[in-house]
Antibody, heavy 123, light 107 residues
Framework: QVQLVESGGGVVQPGGSLRLSCAAS????????MHWVRQAPGKGLEWVAF????????YYADSVKGRFTISRDNSKNTLYLQMNSLRAEDTAVYYC????????????????WGQGTLVTVSS | AIRMTQSPSSLSASTGDRVTITCRAS??????LAWYQQKPGKAPKLLIY???TLQSGVPSRFSGSGSGTDFTLTISCLQSEDFATYYC?????????FGPGTKVDIK
């Protein structure tokens, strides 16, 4: 079955950097665009970024544009999120999420989601 | 970006009750709407997509309806495992956006 496993979260100071990973299995990763979605503690869900199946196009939420970079390594079935210039408001659980089909767009529904990894930005 | 609202923000109900949650979009989104269930400490789980299509494996007591700007999620006979927070999401246009959630707890 499809499995998504995030890693790389932790505590980082404001202005710092962190790279998240999402290891995918159970489907042909190289055929699917992929998303990152986050959830601040006790808050709702916010879409963060999308990358096409071949990495040719990337899309970002305005709140992270210019600071976060989504990428992928199809040879390793892994999705990444490089987060720079981190702010307190970036504190959240970060989920990677798979869209329904190979013709994925920046706006999709998501199924399944990984278990999430917590990023805490604090001094 | 399209803004999504949900009502109520929370509700208390008993097992066996019929529960209805409303989601409204700030502009028309056709039927490009999904519903998710989230339990504490867990990832969201897809229940419905295309406003009314039940995801495989989801119990038939869940149903969705609506199009344009107004949508509903109905749980016909609430079970103990249904106590959770429910989110709607529009995927009509980028960026995709979520409603603020509706928490369903035990009366």
């Amino acid at each position: 079955q499809v499995q998504l496993v995030e890693s790389g979260g932790g505590v980082v100071q404001p202005g710092g950097s962190l790279r998240l990973s999402c290891a995918a299995s159970g489907f042909t990763f190289s055929s699917y665009g992929m998303h990152w979605v986050r959830q601040a503690p006790g808050k709702g869900l916010e879409w963060v970024a999308f990358i096409r199946y071949d990495g040719s196009n990337k899309y970002y939420a305005d709140s992270v544009k210019g600071r976060f970079t989504i990428s992928r390594d199809n040879s390793k079935n892994t999705l990444y999120l490089q987060m720079n210039s981190l702010r307190a408001e970036d504190t959240a659980v970060y989920y990677c999420a798979k869209p329904p089909g190979v013709g994925a767009t920046p706006a999709d529904w998501f199924d399944p989601w990984g278990q999430g990894t917590l990023v805490t930005v604090s001094s | 970006a399209i803004r999504m609202t949900q009502s109520p923000s929370s509700l208390s109900a008993s097992t066996g009750d019929r529960v209805t949650i409303t989601c409204r979009a700030s502009q028309g989104i056709s039927s490009y709407l999904a519903w998710y269930q989230q339990k504490p400490g867990k990832a969201p789980k897809l229940l419905i997509y295309a406003a009314s299509t039940l995801q495989s494996g989801v119990p038939s007591r869940f149903s969705g309806s609506g199009s344009g700007t107004d949508f509903t999620l109905t749980i016909s006979c609430l079970q103990s495992e249904d106590f959770a927070t429910y989110y709607c999401q529009q995927y009509y246009s980028y960026p995709s956006t979520f409603g603020p959630g509706t928490k369903v707890d035990i009366k």
